[in-house]
Nanobody, 124 residues
Framework: LQLVESGGGLVQPGGSLQLSCAVS????????IAWFRQAPGKEREGISC????????NYAGSVVGRFTMSRSVATSTLYLQMNNLKPEDTAVYYC??????????????????WGQGTQVTVSQ
């Protein structure tokens, strides 16, 4: 079972990036999924999630209106579209999935499977 993030990099303030998370060995159908990030010296924080039923999507206040999370069950891939990036968005970004089915959308650290992370740096 693997979660592999990609799409990170260096971008100027105001720019955009799309992160992807390829999941193998686990179907995304009916599983709650999320994106987290961790900046240097700070705790890991949840920034977006989708419920297992796929009917609820939530965002942290710091990214609402700028980030969009989506998933493709058919390709077992999560996406995070990030627009109008700010220097404070600089962090390592992680995708996560729950083991149980039909879990709630939560941005607490209640996930069983994690990717290795991808670095996003927002700087001039």
């Amino acid at each position: 079972l693997q979660l592999v993030e990609s799409g990170g990099g260096l971008v100027q303030p105001g720019g955009s990036l799309q992160l992807s998370c390829a999941v193998s060995g686990l179907t995304l159908s009916a599983r709650a999924i999320a994106w987290f990030r961790q900046a240097p010296g700070k705790e890991r924080e949840g920034i977006s999630c989708i419920s297992g039923a796929g009917d609820v999507t939530n965002y942290a206040g710091s990214v609402v209106g700028r980030f969009t999370m989506s998933r493709s069950v058919a390709t077992s891939t999560l996406y995070l579209q990030m627009n109008n990036l700010k220097p404070e968005d600089t962090a390592v970004y992680y995708c996560a999935a729950q083991r149980s089915l039909f879990g709630q959308c939560t941005m607490e650290l209640e996930y069983d499977y994690w990717g290795q992370g991808t670095q996003v740096t927002v700087s001039q």
